[in-house]
């Protein structure tokens, strides 16, 4: 009882002395002095409560270890669907991020199967005809453009992929704007031609769709521009372009089903692509007129030879 009232009035005290005080400092004093002792104490208890909680788990029954297994399972498969559930809904949200951006007029599809030859590179889609979709329509997953619809059922359709040696999409390095064929191989490799070599292109160019032909928006992603050769007296460069999407990442897709008219090649796209082929003509007819000149010059010098023998 003495001990209570004692510690009553100190602790009284100590609250009315507000953060100063002899009682407070006293305190402190004690404190700095046993932390040792209290830091010794708990060195030495910490191996006594880990082999403790050893000995506890040795002899838990069967039946604590069979709910705590069931837990764990539990939890690890609800672990698994949150994080699966988290790369959906980011992948979902790519997609409408590219849906907005580019202002498209789309409909989601899930994408179900993959080509199952080496012959071609296809994918096919949840969604046909009922659902509005049409043969020729562009597809696209969140990195950009991914192909076309060549195949339309009811309720599936086949997409055949930019990379299938059968494709071909007007494209344009977007810097530059020089104007191209992006066209599929047998390998998978993308190839952008009828690029002339007196326009500007460097490695890491952006290639985005040109929109001529209305098939697809102008300036969606296609690739990156990989390696450029320039043969010796050709008239196009010969570029390797990686596409932005990979074929194993396929999950869910856009359908673009119908184009805007800002999203539609202009006037001016259409004369400047008339213009680079005018100058291919006149480039190819230049070279054509200096070989019959110079067949002509050694005709000439062909029958010199022989007037002088």
Do not use: H
């Not at 100590?14 to 404190?31: F, L, N, Q, W, Y």
């Not at 838990?60 to 399972?73: G, K, M, P, V, Y």
């Not at 090649?265 to 070279?287: L, R």
């Amino acid at each position: 009882m003495i001990l209570c009232v004692v510690s009553l009035t100190l602790f009284t005290l100590s609250c009315r002395e507000a953060g100063s005080g002899p009682i407070t400092t006293v305190r402190g004093a004690v404190t700095v002095v046993t932390m040792p002792v209290r830091y010794l104490g708990a060195l030495i208890s910490t191996p006594f409560s880990s082999l403790g909680n050893v000995f506890a788990n040795l002899t838990a029954d069967q039946e604590t270890l069979s709910e705590l297994r069931a837990e764990n399972e539990e939890l690890t498969s609800r672990n698994a669907q949150l994080e699966e559930a988290e790369q959906t809904a980011e992948r979902l949200q790519d997609l409408l991020d590219l849906q907005s951006t580019y202002n498209l007029e789309s409909t989601a599809a899930n994408v179900i199967a993959s080509s199952t030859d080496s012959w071609s590179s296809t994918v096919t889609i949840d969604k046909g005809t009922t659902s509005g979709l049409a043969v020729g329509m562009p597809v696209c997953d969140s990195s950009g453009v991914i192909g076309q619809i060549s195949e339309c059922g009811a309720t599936s359709s086949v997409v055949r992929l930019i990379t299938d040696e059968g494709s071909s999409v007007s494209a344009m390095i977007q810097s530059s704007r020089a104007q191209g064929m992006l066209e599929g191989s047998a390998d998978g490799t993308l190839r952008l031609s009828l690029v002339r070599t007196d326009q500007t292109v460097e490695v890491g160019d952006l290639v985005v769709t040109s929109g001529l032909g209305g098939v697809y928006p102008k300036g969606l992603p296609l690739g990156r521009v990989t390696n450029i050769e320039r043969t010796s007296g050709s008239l196009y460069y010969s570029i390797t372009v990686r596409s932005l999407s990979s074929t194993d990442s396929f999950e869910e897709v856009i359908v673009i089903t119908s184009l805007t008219q800002s999203q539609q090649a202009t006037s001016d796209d259409y004369a400047e692509a008339d213009a680079q082929d005018t100058a291919d003509q006149t480039t190819g007819s230049g070279t054509d007129t200096q070989n019959n000149s110079d067949n002509a010059s050694d005709e000439s010098d062909g029958q010199t030879d022989s007037s002088e023998g």
